[in-house]
Every structure is written in structure tokens, then in C-alpha cells.
């Protein structure tokens, strides 16, 4: 069901995957530390944080102690930072500069119990210390990386908090830059995108040099689209701190948009030289990689990225994407599984499983996971379109009958009807839903009980309704309608299988060249008009045959290989009129033979525009004499029965 997802079709948020890559800003340039706390189980990719640049000190005023730590924090350096605040508070435990220096060196090692203690004295003794709010501020963003499920269920509670402690620093320091960038980044975490950006414009412009305001701009303006912005914001924040991970990796990120992969890989792996333990910066380096056609490194920096941030289901999605296109299916349905278990709730996730499974002819599998997705995403459309096929395939290899009496296909209707009722003009969904009625042998409507048209829909389901009368014509015309005012393979591709899928050959020849002009699937478009070639040959075959058997007055036998020609190509003429007159012509026919041969009459001349008007003329008096013979044949019938 699914055709091949490109690498650019995953929806990568960018804007969360450098979150982590900020990491070298939290750990600064001491690696070995930073996997330690990584490996301790207390490290997790923390928010842009909020260590002034390098011409900012947090004192605001010289003091020839606090300067060379203050120089440490403000180049990363925090555990070198840590060392020295210490030592000054040694010899004065009091001084309030030294320990909210302190605070921010354990807070940017993700030491969040000790940093929040230190800033909950600092505010006990000054209530309006903007720094201490702060550093608060970033301490709460940086918990929210954790993979802690608790923690996870109280995300939104966490950032109103986050919040409130960055908005307090703001109003009691305005003209502070760390304070306004530590807003910009709750603001983003929420997903006010706008207010952010306008934020970290504030840290700015009190703060020229601030790197990591500058590259988390960077990362804005490169989910917005503005790849030129992006790169010029980047390559700025590395010139004001070549030791900014996240700017590289933001850079290595905007040149994998740009398609400039080699210089991709040459900014992503300088990320990681400075921080190995970046999980978003190893997968986006997999993405590089993958793009390039080298799969065995992607999937080499996917696993990584999964073996540090395990709840990132984007890795499994991405390794399973690369044996689909090998064609190892179970390989790709045995990464997806691994992702499930990692975050039970993506409908993504489930909706490849559930598409493999149909691949690999798993039709039980596939109706299970299907049905789960709709239990999680009602009316889900790719859902309800991948369960009809399930069906129709549980149809094929299964017993029909059993099949319909169970629940499955009851459910399955309904939801087609319910998402068709949410999605007029979805084509798919049409197209499952006569998938699925030509299973059951549902009968179509009476045209009189079918009001017009109103979108193409519903002129679909007409054209079924006008062909079953036997007005081909018109059917025919409201396809061709539809197939015009297609632009969309997908939409195309449908109308041309449910034209297939009615013997409606002509039109559903036309739908799949249209989508063969679009550059559309290739494979699908000669698979389709194959089919095509095969039913019209199929059907000119039993017609001849049928031709021999009536020049012997084999009548039965004739009217048995019509019928096939009719079934492979309903718009057969010459097979219409042949069982019409096979039927005419056989012995002792009853008057339901008859009427079926008036009426097969009658749609030969509704399929030969181009008989003349004397044979035309000449045509219909027999189909009406055949008629008054039918009902005088039914009135002998039923004076027999009596």
C-alpha cells in the first residue's frame, strides 16, 4: 500500500534534535565528563543552555577572583568552573557572585539536584536575584530531557514552571541577555515559535556575542524553510564559539536540506569530535549518510542515536526505511517492532507495520494492527484504506463467506463510511470502499434513489450505478470528468483502479497515461495498463470462440463464453449483441432469457454510437418485440404454475 517513503519524507522536528545537540554548551569541551554523566544514568541531552558568551561575566563587575572562573563558564569549561568557584567560596562562603557561579557550572553538568539547592539558597537570601531565576529555568528545561516517564507525564506543568522562572528574570534584569535567551528557549520547547525567535532577538541585541542565542535562532529560521538565514546564523555562532556544538550541528543540519551532503557529514562529525554522545547530531549524520547511498554507516549513526535516546522511535523508522528498499521486509518489520516498544503510541510507527505486514501477504497481522491504529486515530483514512486491502486479501486466501459474516468487515465498512462522510473527496477511500463491496456482492443503489453528483466521489460511485443500467456512455463521461480534474498521482492512480476494478478499460487506460505523464510510479502504471491489455485480450478470445460455437447453433455454450467476454470487458459490443442473439436463438427459452436478451440488445446499441440510423431503427424493434414476447412468455408461466 505504501510506496517507498523517501529520506526527505520523515518528519525530522529539527527544531527537538538540536535541543541535544546543545549538548557541548551544557558539558562544555570536557567530553570524558560528559559521558560519564551520560553513562551514570544522570545525563540527558539538555536544552540550549544558558552560559553567558565569552564577553559576559556573571558579576557584572571585576573582581580579579570571580573573572577566571567566570571566563571557564563562559567558555564551557564547567568543570574547570566548578573547581574554581569552589575554591573562592573556601575562603568566602558568603559571596553570593561565587555560588550562582556555582549553581550554573553544576547546572550546565547536569548536576540539577545540587545546582537547584545552591539557587533555592541564593533566592532565600535574595528574593530578586535574576540569575538565580535564571538558572531555575534552565535546571527545569534541562529535567525535561530526561527519559523518566513521570517526568514525561508532566511535561506541560514543568514548562508553565520553566516559564514562570524565566519571565520573573526577565522583569527583574530586562536588559539581561541570559535571561531573555532562557525564555526564548521555553517558549520554543512550548512551541511558541514567534515569541522564541523574538526572545532570543532580545538576548541579541543586549548580547551581540552570544553564541548560543544566535545559533538557536539559527535553528528557527532553519525549520521555517530560510535555509540562507540559517546558514549565515550558524556560521556566526561558530565564529563567536568554535566549541558550540549545536551550531555545528545546525550547520551540518541546513546543509543536508541544501543537499550539500559531503559538507554535512565534515560539520556533523566536528559536533560529534566535540560531544560523541549527541544523539540528534548522529542522527541527522545518518540522514547524510543515507542520502549519500552509504546505508551501512546510516545505520551505524542511527543505532547510536537510538542507543542514547532510546524513546526516539525516528532511528527505527529510518533503518527499517533502508532494508524496504533493499527488500528485506521481515528485517524492516523487526526495527519497527523494536520501535513500538519504545513509545507504544506512534501512529507512524504502527501504520509501517501494519503496511509491511500487508506486503509480506500477513493479512491477519495487518487487519490486527490497522484496527489498533483506528482504536488510537478514528477515521484515520490510511488506515481504513490498508484495512480494506487487508480484507480483500484475507478474501482471496480465505473463504469469503466466513470472512464476511465476521466482524471485520462490518467494522470496516463502517469506517469507511465514517471517514468518507469527514473526507468527500478522498478518491482512496472510494476505491476501498468498492473494493470491498465487490467482495461482498453488496448491489449497487437503483439510479432512481441516487441523487447527482456534488463532488468526484460521488461521481465515481455514479458512474458504477449508470453502468449497471447499462449506460455506459454517460458512466463513461462522468470517469473522464474526474480524471480531469485530477492532479495528484495518488488521486489518479485511484480512479484508475476503481475504472479497472469496473472493466471500465478505456477510462482506466487514459487515468494510468495521465499518471505516467506525471512521472508517477512507473511500476504501478505498466503494471495497471498490462492488466488492461490482458482483460481486452481475454475478452476478444472468448468472443471469438463464443462466434464459432453460434455459427453451430451451440447456444448454450456461446451464451457461457459471451458471458466471460462480457465480464473481462463490459464495453464489448460485439460480445453484447452476440449473447443477445445466442439467447434469442436458444431452444425454448424463458421469458427471463428473453428480457435478457432485449436488454443486451439494448446496451449494444447504447455502446455503437456509430450504427447507422436504418440499423439503429431496425435494432430497437426488435428489442421491443423481444420485450412484448418476454411478457407474453411470463403470462403463459404463469398459468403453468397455476
Not at 547536569?110 to 535574595?126: E, H, M, P, S, Y
Not at 543586549?206 to 540562507?228: E, K, N, R, T
Not at 488506515?383 to 486479501?393: D, E, F, P, V
Request: hydrophobic letters at 40%; glycine letters at 6%.
Amino acid at each position: 500500500m505504501r510506496a517507498a517513503t523517501s529520506a526527505s519524507s520523515f518528519k525530522l522536528s529539527l527544531s527537538r534534535l538540536l535541543l541535544g545537540s546543545m549538548i557541548l554548551h551544557s558539558m562544555g569541551s570536557s567530553p570524558a565528563s560528559a559521558q560519564a554523566a551520560a553513562s551514570s544514568g544522570q545525563y540527558n541531552p539538555p536544552l540550549p543552555g544558558s552560559a553567558p558568551s565569552n564577553n559576559q561575566v556573571l558579576s557584572g563587575r571585576v573582581n580579579t577572583e570571580l573573572v577566571p572562573a567566570e571566563k571557564l563558564l563562559s567558555q564551557g569549561k564547567y568543570a574547570d568552573a566548578e573547581g574554581m568557584f569552589r575554591e573562592i567560596l573556601v575562603a568566602n562562603p558568603t559571596d553570593m557572585l561565587a555560588t550562582v557561579g556555582l549553581g550554573t557550572a553544576l547546572a550546565k553538568q547536569f548536576k540539577l539536584d545540587g545546582a537547584d539547592n545552591i539557587f533555592d539558597r541564593v533566592l532565600a537570601t535574595d528574593p530578586n536575584n535574576a540569575q538565580a531565576y535564571a538558572g531555575k529555568a534552565t535546571i527545569m528545561l534541562n529535567r525535561l530531557q530526561s527519559s523518566s516517564g513521570s517526568v514525561r507525564a508532566n511535561r506541560d506543568s514543568m514548562l508553565k514552571q520553566a516559564e514562570d522562572f524565566a519571565q520573573k528574570a526577565c522583569t527583574l534584569a530586562p536588559a539581561m541577555a541570559e535571561a531573555h535567551y532562557t525564555l526564548g528557549a521555553v517558549l520554543k520547547e512550548e512551541g511558541k515559535v514567534d515569541q522564541a525567535a523574538s526572545e532570543f532577538r532580545n538576548a541579541l541585541n543586549f548580547d551581540p556575542q552570544h553564541a548560543f542565542a544566535m545559533s538557536a535562532l539559527g535553528q528557527i529560521q532553519l525549520d521555517s524553510g530560510s535555509l540562507v538565514e540559517a546558514e549565515t546564523s550558524f556560521k556566526n555562532s561558530i565564529a563567536l564559539n568554535s566549541g558550540n556544538a549545536s551550531a555545528h550541528t545546525g550547520l551540518g543540519a541546513t546543509y543536508v536540506k541544501e543537499g550539500k551532503l559531503d559538507d554535512a557529514v565534515k560539520e556533523l562529525n566536528t559536533a560529534l569530535y566535540q560531544f560523541p554522545n549527541s544523539w540528534p547530531t548522529h542522527m541527522i549524520l545518518g540522514q547524510a549518510y543515507q542520502m549519500q547511498g552509504n546505508s551501512l554507516a546510516a545505520i551505524k549513526e542511527y543505532n547510536q542515536s537510538s542507543a542514547i535516546k532510546p524513546e526516539n522511535v525516528e532511528p527505527y523508522l529510518r533503518i527499517s526505511q533502508i532494508y524496504e528498499d533493499r527488500g528485506d521486509l521481515e528485517m524492516a518489520l523487526a526495527d519497527l517492532r523494536s520501535g513500538i516498544t519504545q513509545d507504544p503510541y506512534n501512529v507512524e510507527v504502527r501504520e509501517h507495520i501494519a503496511d509491511i505486514a500487508l506486503r509480506l501477504e500477513k493479512p491477519d497481522d495487518a487487519i490486527k494492527a490497522y484496527q489498533t491504529i483506528l482504536a488510537m486515530s478514528p477515521n484515520n483514512p490510511q488506515a481504513i484504506k490498508g484495512l480494506s486491502q487487508a480484507l480483500y486479501l484475507k478474501a482471496q486466501k480465505a473463504a469469503v463467506g466466513a470472512m464476511l459474516t465476521s466482524n471485520d468487515y462490518e467494522a470496516a465498512m463502517k469506517a469507511i463510511g465514517d471517514a468518507i462522510a469527514l473526507s468527500p473527496n478522498d478518491l482512496e477511500l472510494y476505491l476501498a470502499k468498492a473494493k470491498l463491496m465487490s467482495l461482498a456482492g453488496v448491489k449497487l443503489p437503483d439510479l432512481a434513489s441516487v441523487s447527482q453528483p456534488k463532488n468526484d466521489g460521488e461521481r465515481i460511485t455514479y458512474a458504477q450505478v449508470l453502468m449497471s443500467t447499462g449506460d455506459f456512455q454517460n458512466a463513461s463521461a462522468q470517469i473522464k470528468t474526474v480524471i480531469a480534474a485530477q492532479q495528484d498521482p495518488k488521486a489518479i492512480f485511484a480512479v484508475a483502479d476503481i475504472s479497472l476494478m469496473i472493466k471500465d478499460l478505456d477510462d482506466a487506460e487514459s487515468a494510468y497515461k495521465k499518471a505516467q505523464g506525471l512521472a508517477a510510479s512507473p511500476d504501478r502504471v505498466q503494471r495497471g495498463l498490462g492488466q488492461i491489455a490482458a482483460l481486452r485480450k481475454s475478452s476478444a478470445d472468448d468472443t471469438k470462440v463464443a462466434g464459432e460455437l453460434s455459427d453451430k447453433k451451440q447456444w448454450d455454450g456461446a451464451v457461457a463464453k459471451y458471458r466471460l467476454a462480457i465480464e473481462a470487458n463490459p464495453f464489448n459490443a460485439d460480445a453484447r449483441e452476440g449473447i443477445a442473439e445466442a439467447l434469442e436463438e436458444s431452444s425454448h427459452p424463458t421469458s427471463a432469457v428473453l428480457a435478457e436478451s432485449a436488454q443486451q440488445y439494448q446496451n449494444y446499441l447504447s455502446l455503437k454510437n456509430d450504427l447507422p440510423a436504418k440499423e439503429r431503427e431496425k435494432m430497437q424493434n426488435r428489442i421491443e418485440k423481444l420485450k412484448e414476447k418476454s411478457l407474453k412468455q411470463k403470462e403463459r408461466e404463469e398459468k403453468d404454475k397455476h
